[in-house]
């Protein structure tokens, strides 16, 4: 027998925790109204640009598709010339390496996922100035 504390109606159907839970984990996954800032994220040819495509959208894009904790934005032509400046090997070294140290990351080594290779990451970099850039072409 559920417990009155387990027990909630909502015009007039039963709805329990657990069905709850499930719409709080929906609602956070898919987020609450229509967000239409997301900006539309591209596909290219280049088997690079692919190879990076996949590496962001599995774990990049978990800070770089809406700027979590100041990380620039895919599609923000504006933020990623800034940052282009210092050439595509300093960005590189950059996501590889980390910035910041210890417990203080802005961007944590491998964007946190150590199992990354040099490769991969490059190829998520080279991914993302494309996409913000406008280029298909990785330098």
């Known amino acids: 027998m559920t417990s ?21 984990v929906c609602l956070v996954i898919t987020g609450c109204g229509s ?16 190879q990076g495509r ?8 978990n800070c ?10 895919i599609g923000d032509a504006e933020n990623w010339r800034a940052r ?3 050439g595509r090997a300093a ?6 390496n980390g910035i910041g140290e210890h417990d203080n990351w802005t961007m944590p080594p491998r ?6 290779t040099d490769e991969q990451v490059r190829s998520a970099v080279d ?7 406008g280029t298909d072409t990785p330098q």
């Not at 909630?8 to 159907?13: A, N, R, S, T, V």
């Not at 996949?54 to 894009?61: D, E, F, L």
């Not at 991914?127 to 913000?132: C, D, E, G, R, V």
Request: one cysteine or more.
């Open 35 to 50: 967000d239409t800032s997301a900006p539309e994220v591209p596909v290219f040819d280049d088997p690079q640009l692919q």
């Open 84 to 86: 282009a400046v210092k």
């Open 4 to 24: 009155a504390l387990h027990r909630l109606y909502i015009l007039g159907q039963h709805v329990t925790v657990r069905h709850w839970a499930a719409c709080i």
């Open 91 to 96: 960005l590189h070294q950059n996501a590889i």
């Open 127 to 133: 991914f993302m100035l494309a996409a913000s850039l």
């Open 111 to 116: 964007g946190g996922e150590a199992r990354l």
């Open 54 to 61: 996949g590496t962001w959208v599995q774990i990049c894009r």
């Open 64 to 73: 770089h598709l809406m700027g979590v904790a100041g990380a620039p934005r």
